[in-house]
C-alpha cells in the first residue's frame, strides 16, 4: 500500500504569513507524529495524535503552532504568523499503536520563510 | 537531561571499506534504540531496532549494530559499504515507558562514499 505522504513538498512563505501543512497517514495507522528537522539537525518531536486526539503537545515552539487531526485521519500543521526561524523540514510519521511499533516517515514539507 | 549524541558529523569512506558510526545516549533506564538513514529528499527509513535480548541486531541493507550497556552506546557498522549508502544516518531513542512512543533524535552523521 502506498506511504505515509506530505504537501506540499516545498513551500515558500513570506514572514508573517501562514502556512498549512498536511499529512495523510498510511491507512488505518492509529498514531501520528510531527516532527521539525532544521537545516543540519535531526528531527525534533512536535506533537502527537492517537486517532483524533491530540494527546502530546510539548514540542509545539509557540502558541503560532497548531496541529490538528479531525476525523482521526488526515493531519494537518498549521503556523501563525511565519517567522524566519520556521524554516525547517517537516516530517509527519504515523504507526500502529504501542511504543515498539515502527514510525513511518513521510518525505517532509521543506518550508522556507523569506 | 536525556540525550542523544552522535559524535562525528560527518565521515568518508572508501567503497568496499567498512563503516561505523557512534551513538550515545543518556537516559534513566533502557530505551528503545533505533537507527534511521535519510536520502536526500527522501523520508527517515528504519535500518534497525533493539528493545531487549540480544545485543547484536540485524537490519537492513547488510547493516548491523550493538547494544552496549556499559558504555551507553548503540553503534552502527557495516562490514563493506556501496556508494548507495551514502546518506545521512540518525541514531534514535525512545523512553520504554512512553505509551506512545516519541522519539528523540541526534543530530546524524552525514555519510560520503569515495570510489
Known amino acids: 500500500g502506498a506511504g505515509v505522504s506530505q504537501s506540499p513538498r516545498y513551500k515558500v512563505a513570506k514572514r508573517g504569513q501562514d502556512v498549512a501543512l498536511r499529512c495523510d497517514p498510511i491507512?488505518?495507522?492509529?498514531?501520528l507524529f510531527w516532527y521539525q528537522q532544521a537545516l543540519g539537525q535531526g528531527p525534533e518531536f512536535l506533537t502527537y495524535?492517537?486517532?483524533?486526539?491530540?494527546?502530546?503537545k510539548s514540542g509545539l515552539p509557540s502558541d503560532r503552532f497548531f496541529a490538528e487531526r479531525p476525523e482521526g485521519s488526515v493531519s494537518t500543521l498549521k503556523i501563525q504568523r511565519t517567522q524566519q526561524e520556521d524554516s525547517a523540514v517537516y516530517l509527519c510519521?504515523?504507526?500502529?499503536?504501542?511504543?515498539?511499533?515502527?514510525?513511518?516517515f513521510g518525505p517532509g514539507t521543506r518550508l522556507t520563510v523569506l | 537531561a536525556q540525550s542523544v549524541t552522535q559524535p562525528d558529523i560527518h565521515i568518508t569512506v572508501s567503497e568496499g571499506a567498512s563503516l561505523e558510526l557512534r551513538c550515545n545516549y543518556s537516559?534513566?533506564?533502557?530505551?528503545?534504540l533505533f537507527w534511521y538513514v535519510q536520502s536526500p529528499g527522501q523520508g527517515l527509513q528504519l535500518l534497525l531496532k533493539?528493545?531487549?535480548?540480544?545485543?547484536l541486531v540485524q537490519g537492513i541493507k547488510g547493516f548491523e549494530a550493538e547494544f552496549k550497556r556499559s558504555q551507553s552506546s548503540f553503534n552502527l557498522r557495516k562490514p563493506s559499504v556501496h556508494w548507495s549508502d551514502a546518506a545521512e544516518y540518525f541514531c534514535?531513542?525512545?523512553?520504554?515507558?512512553?505509551?506512545?512512543?516519541?522519539?528523540?533524535f541526534g543530530a546524524g552523521t552525514q555519510v560520503v562514499v569515495t570510489p
Open positions: 491507512s488505518g495507522h492509529v498514531s
Open positions: 533493539y528493545f531487549s535480548g540480544d545485543t
Open positions: 537516559y534513566g533506564a533502557t530505551p528503545y
Open positions: 495524535f492517537q486517532n483524533e486526539a491530540q494527546l502530546d
Open positions: 510519521a504515523s504507526s500502529r499503536p504501542g511504543s515498539r511499533n515502527e514510525q513511518f
Open positions: 534514535a531513542v525512545r523512553r520504554g515507558t512512553d505509551s506512545w512512543g516519541k522519539l528523540q
